[in-house]
């Protein structure tokens, strides 16, 4: 098990450029989940896949957020057109479903976005 | 709907002295409740959890927390803070399910001091 790996670490990017991250989840998980965080706030939902199929979408996710998990193995999360408002940490989090009450969720470290 | 609130956004206690992290909820079902704590540049770890089984959890590292219902609180204490304790704590509700309806609180940053 060599846990949630996220790449890259950090992102610098220019306003109105294009932007992709990748998630490669517990290689067992089922779920897989995007999380956006900024400073001094909790993670807040973007998305989730169950295998390939991606189930919910928060309203966070504006047209210019895309998420993939075509093989129901890693994901990657793109932002088009980036905005500074979408500097933020990216975290994504890996599960296996059903466990019973309590899903129990389990983080990347996360990619920080910087938009300059 | 659901919402958490960490009353502390910082706490600071001196090394081998108890620690107090406070969180309250709502919520219009019977939710599962969860402490995660972040250290710099990790991904986020799960600490505990309780999902309507014992109402006082025992966690990772000495950790525990009371579900106490009349009071809408889940706090999570320790007896004796160590160094290594330092870092982001957060307390999540969400239901029983399905974490992609888990509500984040804002987090409490707790210091250790020497």
């Given at each position: 098990d060599t846990g949630v790996s996220q790449n890259p670490r950090h992102k610098i990017t220019k306003r109105g450029q294009n932007v992709t991250f990748r998630c490669d989840p517990?290689?067992?998980?089922?779920r897989l989940y995007w999380y956006r965080q900024t400073l001094g706030q909790g993670p807040e939902f973007l998305t989730y896949f169950q295998n390939e199929a991606q189930l919910e979408k928060s309203r966070?996710?504006?047209?210019?957020f895309s998420a993939e998990r075509p093989k129901g193995s890693f994901s990657t999360l793109e932002i088009q057109r980036?905005?500074?408002?979408?500097s933020a940490m990216y975290l994504c989090a890996s599960s296996f479903f059903p466990t019973g009450r309590g899903e129990k969720l389990f983080f990347g470290s996360g990619t920080q976005l910087s938009v300059l | 709907a659901q919402s958490v609130t960490q009353l502390d956004s910082h706490v600071s206690v001196s090394e081998g002295t108890p620690v107090l992290l406070r969180c309250n909820y709502s919520s219009s079902y019977s939710p599962s409740l969860f402490w995660y704590v972040q250290h710099p540049n990790k991904g986020l770890q799960l600490l505990l959890k309780y999902t309507?089984?014992?109402?006082l959890v025992k966690g990772i590292n000495g950790f525990e927390a009371e579900f106490k219902k009349s009071e809408t609180s889940f706090h999570l204490t320790k007896p004796s803070a160590h160094m290594s304790d330092a870092a982001e704590y957060f307390c999540v509700v969400s239901p029983h399910t399905n974490a992609g309806k888990s509500t984040f609180g804002d987090g409490t940053t707790l210091t250790v001091k020497p």
């Open positions: 517990i290689s067992e998980h089922n966070l996710l504006s047209d210019r980036t905005e500074q408002g979408d | 309507s089984a014992a109402t």
